[in-house]
Nanobody
Framework: QVQLVESGGGLVQPGGSLRLSCAAS????????IGWYRQAPGKQRELVAT???????DYIDSVKGRFTISRDNAKNTVYLQMNSLKPEDTAVYYC??????????WGQGTQVTVSS
């Protein structure tokens, strides 16, 4: 069973940066469309960015130009570089397969808090 482990979150001031990492057991990440999701308090989980095995990427409008998703297949890891962070980016961030694919069991996520 695939286990997903997210890390790299924290408390950062507006305008700051964080890099999130998503590691998985096995080698499943390299052959799947992987997405970063986030869930803010009282809101539904939303898909923020995706990356295909061919490294094609897609983002929701609110993070375009600020977030970058990437993957290192040798390390079986997917990253989310987040720059120019805003308070509205505050959420628990998760990784999993992209929309339309049966998700793996969700990991614990990593908390991102943007506040002065």
């Amino acid at each position: 069973q695939v286990q997903l482990v997210e890390s790299g979150g924290g408390l950062v001031q507006p305008g700051g940066s964080l890099r999130l990492s998503c590691a998985a057991s096995g080698s499943m990440l390299s052959v799947n469309v992987i997405g970063w999701y986030r869930q803010a308090p009282g809101k539904q989980r939303e898909l923020v960015a995706t990356i295909t095995p061919g490294r094609n990427t897609d983002y929701i409008d609110s993070v375009k130009g600020r977030f970058t998703i990437s993957r290192d297949n040798a390390k079986n890891t997917v990253y989310l570089q987040m720059n120019s962070l805003k308070p509205e980016d505050t959420a628990v961030y998760y990784c999993n397969r992209g929309r339309g694919f049966t998700p793996y069991p969700w990991g614990q996520g990593t908390q991102v808090t943007v506040s002065s």
